[in-house]
């Protein structure tokens, strides 16, 4: 009797330690849903989230997100879906300190848009580029044009005329701006646009329809300068 008892408390213990295990399992599981960032970086205090609200999502630079689409095929029609024009390059949408807006950085112009209830609408906005260069803002309906065409068939030439008739002559200084962007605790936007750095804000919190303004004094020359005394020291 003894000697048959052995292997079936050996056995029932490995049973028990597998179900602890697997619980344990679960557990963590549920933490990281209730808590999507659980094993991300240390959050950043002066960033107005740990997620989204810089250039690469989050202080490390990971390029990683907790959250994703449900497993399956599925067809979608972006040109059915609202969208907010930005540039040619839409780096980010920067997460704000209200859940219920973002911040959307293009290479052209910055957004403020509210997403609350399944929206995507833009309550203001501020042509940085514009301010930064003295040019015209290029209107939305030439940055849908762009959307909905192909390079397929184009050549160099032919790109070349069809970018310029959409965006300008010097369309390719229009890349690289709005890049490298974050928004702090204070709801902030910093962003470069030309050779100037900008600190951009609500005009009135409470109101985001009411614009967006210069929260700081736009450092204009700043990129150029550093350019300039980089050159010097080499």
Known sequence: MKA?????????????????????????????????????????????????????????????????PPRGTFNVDALTKPACYGGPINIITLASTNPDYMWQVGSDRVSYVRKSGGQWIRVAKFEALADATGNDPIPDANFRTFMENTAVGMDVSSMDTFLKSLLGND????????????????????????????????????????????????????????KGYRQREA
């Open 4 to 68: 048959k008892a052995a292997p079936f408390l050996r056995i029932s213990v490995y049973k028990i330690s597998i179900c602890i295990v697997l619980l344990l399992a679960l557990a963590a599981c549920s933490s990281t849903d209730s808590d999507p960032i659980i094993n991300g970086p240390a959050a950043n205090p002066y960033l107005a989230s740990s997620l989204y609200a810089i250039t690469h999502f989050d202080p490390s630079q990971s390029d990683s997100t907790p959250y994703g």
């Open 171 to 226: 369309y390719n200084n229009r890349f690289g701006n709005g890049m490298y962007v974050l928004v702090d605790k204070d709801n902030v936007l910093y962003a470069n646009y030309g050779n100037t750095l900008y600190g951009l804000a609500l005009s009135d919190p409470n109101d985001p329809s009411a614009g967006i303004t210069v929260h700081y004094p736009r450092l204009r020359n700043r990129v150029q300068f550093w």
